[in-house]
């Protein structure tokens, strides 16, 4: 079986990968309007029970736990705070280690938060959130241009 292993599946912000990340998370959002109409009058009653849905809306958020490291020699705690202390949008990318495929992910996003975990006699670790800023040039389902 060729499952996809994890470790596999790498997040850049900014210039570089996001350096001793233990996971990240990838979340495609939509927003739906909903359509109640009244049945046909050759239809049953039940037939109008059943909502329509619209997408209003689309969204990608991403989050990214790591470790803080001391020697960390790619996007770290550092990194990746003072990206968001200059309060403008980053490039990010999600792509597969090693890969010489394009990324299934590209854009502007938006650091939304980022947040630091010391706890006493265990690993220091931090939490970042992201938010599109507009629509990205890669995202699953968008058709290539040329």
Not at 64 to 77: K, P, Q, V
Not at 83 to 106: C, M, N
């Amino acid at each position: 079986m060729s499952y996809i292993n994890g470790s596999d599946l790498l997040l850049k912000i900014g210039e570089a990968a996001v350096g001793h990340c233990t996971t990240h998370t990838l979340t495609f959002n939509s927003e739906t309007k909903e359509r109640a109409v009244k049945p046909e009058a050759t239809k049953a009653k039940s037939s109008g029970l059943w909502k329509g849905k619209g997408v209003t809306a689309l969204s990608i958020s991403v989050s990214a736990e790591g470790l803080r490291f001391y020697e960390e020699t790619e996007g770290g705690f550092e990194e990746i705070s003072a990206l968001w202390g200059k309060g403008q949008s980053v490039d990010l990318e999600a792509f597969e280690r090693g890969g010489d495929e394009a990324p299934y992910l590209k854009g502007k996003f938006v650091i939304t938060s980022i947040e630091e975990t010391s706890p006493a006699q265990d690993d220091a670790t931090y939490t970042v959130n992201l938010e599109n800023d507009g629509e990205p040039e890669v995202y699953p389902g968008k058709t290539p241009t040329a």
